[in-house]
């Protein structure tokens, strides 16, 4: 069974760095084909991917967020950091992380299976 | 970027009626990569349908997706109670992902 879990802090200031992390259970993250990627909620507000990883390593970001974030993977660890540097109030959200996979034939997955997502709020 | 815009922004319907929710690309997108999402308060966001027409593990066949090229429906039959929710779609194929702004599905 496919798990993902995020943690991080609940409570940031303008300017400071955010640094999430996403357990998995059930799969390795380098399996071929696997991807793990971070999306977010803002209050009242719609769903926005922004960042993802995969198995070989290749990432892929938002580009109205790129310049401020760094996502990373500890396949020891079976954990995918996600981190956004001078963070406002506007980074206010639920953070989700969500696996994906690509088949045989090289065709990407949809986000199959999310974690239950982790509130963050950014004070100014 | 591909531009994903849903409507309507909300609806309030019976149970036993049918629902169709709309989502509309700014550009064409392989019908392939099309995905719709379920998102209640509280709750992870659930996995709809993939390849616009394809029903996730576990989705009851009240639901339906169709569409091509910039337009793509979901339909959901025969509505239930636990049908309120946020409706997502979202094109996955090519970075970024995007999402469309969601369709708030009230059950009267």
């Known amino acids: 069974q496919i798990t993902l879990k995020e943690s991080g802090p609940t409570l940031l200031k303008r300017t400071q760095t955010l640094t999430l992390t996403c357990t998995v259970s059930g799969f390795s993250l380098t399996n071929p084909g696997v991807g793990v990627g971070w999306i977010r909620q803002p209050p009242g507000k719609a769903l926005e991917w922004i960042a993802l990883i995969y198995w070989d390593d290749d990432k892929r970001y938002s580009p109205s967020l790129e310049r401020r974030l760094t996502i990373t993977k500890d396949t020891a660890k079976n954990q995918v950091v996600l981190t956004k540097t001078n963070v406002d109030p506007a980074d206010t959200a639920t953070y989700y992380c969500a696996h994906r996979q690509t088949d045989s034939y090289g065709r990407v997955g949809p986000f199959d299976i999310w974690g239950q997502g982790t509130m963050v709020t950014v004070s100014s | 970027e591909i531009v994903v815009t849903q409507s309507p922004g909300a609806l309030s319907l019976s149970p036993g009626e049918r629902a169709t929710l709309s989502c509309r690309a700014s550009?064409?997108?392989?019908?392939?990569?099309l995905g719709w999402y379920q998102h209640k308060p509280g709750q992870a966001p659930r996995l709809l349908m993939y390849?616009?027409?394809n029903r996730a593990t576990g989705i009851p066949d009240r639901f339906s997706g169709s569409g091509s090229g910039t337009d793509f429906t979901l339909t959901i039959s025969r509505l239930e109670p636990e049908d309120s929710a946020v409706y997502y779609c979202?094109?996955?194929?090519?970075?970024?992902?995007?999402f469309g702004q969601g369709t708030k599905l009230e059950i009267k």
């Open positions: 979202q094109h996955y194929g090519n970075s970024p992902y995007t």
């Open positions: 390849g616009s027409s």
């Open positions: 550009q064409s997108v392989d019908s392939t990569y």
